[in-house]
């Protein structure tokens, strides 16, 4: 295994899924580790990640330096680098500039690291920081034009130091960089996989859990699926699960889970019928920061009656994944931490008093995927887009009413069924109908006709951040506008965004 110390980067999870990504078994774990546990878990490598810190600051975080006295091979990155280098007996100066974004890297010395990867190529850096004196037996294996010291090497101890950022995607040869420690350098084997990553996360939460039990709101998303199919392998009926129906779901949503999820899996699942309740809340109500309150509390309510309903339970099993909590800085990695105190990814209320299980909060949605597959849930379900927790409600510009959501129900239907049909469900990020508060005219055989007006939005992504409106093909717009028109009762007009993110945002409220 190799561990990742982290400094604080907000890409030290990037490093591990590299790491991952080459088949090798990694942990990040806070820089307070002691060195005892270090030897305990008996890495073959350490990797001492960046962070905004500058190491001659007050509270910079650090590792004990006994660190460098275990023989095991060592790679710092950028402040990692840094504390490598102060650590060791060299000085770190400070830049007056920051040196951001793209840099020409010229290589000095192809091996380890660099092999076959020719003599410059660019790489990504973003630091305020240089190394100015390397430390004994330390030599320089690259430069750029403004940093001298780009990357080192104490070939016999194994350190290495790299002030760029392999991790990141800008950076050309940066996997290569981390293969080339991990297998030149460590020696590691290639013995990780989505298989073992399963294994370890089920007999971690029999471990955390016991025979407690565990309570969960069940979506019919990708996320809470994958992580209840992997709660309930460890601790089975423990596992408690909850599905809301708020009356703003698509159609057929609650057959859907039962077909993909349900019918394999011996799933303790509890289905709550709260249309009403959310429907009586909404009455009236056509601001979007309004209604998106009002579902979370009603949610928040049902789902607390609920759980107290199941006597003795003590942990809230979560689909968070690690996007969703990058901005939460708290140590991730390591066996314990898969159980954290509560924190509020979410919003549920910190009276509710339940401990957090969260087994995905290490993983990127394409290896939650993968996750999923291995698990055997089917890849109906693994390659469902992402559909928001507020549902339909914010699909609906102005009031919601029983009729509008079926108007919109039937629509979204026919628009999924041609974008299925057509080949485009898996490449988009997201496709479905909006229903806009707007009436025009129209003639339909014969007649005049004054009635609703539906906005298809299609977008393509990679992490919602950002998002490009989908150039579906002319003809499969107007197959969904013809079919739209002619089947859906109400409805005598379609339009299509085209509007990107920013400075749209993906949904219309
Ligand atoms: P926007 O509209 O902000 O959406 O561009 C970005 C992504 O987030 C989803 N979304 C939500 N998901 N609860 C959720 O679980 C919400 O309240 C919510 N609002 C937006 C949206 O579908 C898109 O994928």
């Known amino acids: 295994m190799i561990i990742v110390i982290d400094f604080g980067s907000q890409f030290n999870q990037l490093i591990a899924r590299r790491v991952r990504e080459n088949g090798v078994y990694c942990q990040v774990e806070p820089s307070g580790i002691s060195v005892e546990k270090i030897k305990a878990m008996n890495p073959v490598g ?27 091979p060592v790679l710092g990155i950028c402040y990692g680098m840094h504390f490598m280098v102060h650590a060791l007996g060299g000085t770190i100066r400070r830049a007056d500039k920051r040196e951001y974004g793209f840099a020409q890297l010229t290589v000095k010395e192809e091996r380890p690291l660099f092999t076959d990867m020719g003599n410059s190529f660019q790489c990504w850096m973003s630091h305020g920081d240089s190394a100015e004196e390397l430390p004994p037996d330390f030599v320089v294996t690259a430069s750029t034009e403004n940093t001298k010291i780009a990357a080192i090497a104490n070939h016999t101890k194994r350190f290495y130091g790299l002030q760029l950022h392999p991790e990141v995607e800008h950076s050309v040869n940066g996997s290569l960089m981390i293969h080339h420690f991990l297998f030149d350098v460590c020696a590691c084997e290639k013995n990780w996989n989505m298989k073992s990553f399963s294994d370890g996360a089920i007999a971690q939460i029999k471990s955390a859990v016991g025979n407690k039990k565990v309570i969960m709101g069940l979506s019919g998303g990708v996320d809470s699926s994958v992580a209840a199919t992997l709660i309930h392998k460890a601790i089975g009926k423990n596992l408690h699960c909850i599905f809301v129906d708020n ?117 990127f949605k394409d290896e939650v995927r993968k996750l999923g597959l291995t698990l055997g849930i089917n890849e109906e379900l693994i390659w469902r887009q992402p559909f928001p927790g507020p549902g339909l409600a914010i699909r609906i510009m102005g009031e919601i009413t029983e009729e509008r959501l079926n108007i919109l129900r039937k629509a979204d239907t026919v628009l999924l069924e041609e974008i299925r049909a057509a080949g485009y469900y898996k490449k988009l990020w997201q496709s479905f109908a909006v229903l806009l508060p707007i009436k025009s005219v129209g003639v339909m055989g014969d007649k005049r006709t004054f009635a609703n007006c539906i906005a298809i939005r299609a977008v393509t992504s990679n992490d919602a951040m950002t998002a490009d409106w989908a150039k579906l093909p002319h003809d499969l717009l107007g197959k969904i506008s013809n079919r739209i028109i002619n089947e859906v009762d109400k409805i005598n007009r379609v339009v299509f965004d085209i509007t990107s993110k920013p400075p749209g945002t993906i949904e219309w409220e």
């Not at 001492?48 to 650090?62: M, Q």
């Not at 590792?63 to 275990?70: A, C, K, N, P, V």
């Open 46 to 72: 350490i990797i001492l990640s960046g962070g905004p810190s500058s190491i001659y600051e007050e509270n910079s975080p650090t590792i004990d330096t006994s660190i460098f006295e275990l023989g095991i």
């Open 247 to 363: 009356g703003l779901l698509r159609e057929n949503e609650k057959e859907n889970l039962e077909k993909s999820l349900t019918a394999k899996l011996d799933l303790n699942i509890k289905f709550v019928d709260a249309r009403e309740k959310f429907l009586t809340a909404l009455k009236g109500v056509t601001d979007p920061e309004t209604k998106r309150k009002i579902i979370g509390k009603h949610f928040i309510d049902v789902f607390d009656t609920e759980a107290k309903k199941i006597d003795g339970a003590e942990f809230l099993g979560q689909g968070t994944l690690y996007p969703d909590i990058i901005e939460s800085k708290s140590a991730f990695g390591g066996p314990t931490s898969i159980i954290k105190s509560h924190h509020n990814v979410g919003g549920l209320p910190e009276k509710m008093n339940l401990k957090l299980i969260e087994p995905l909060q290490l993983l």
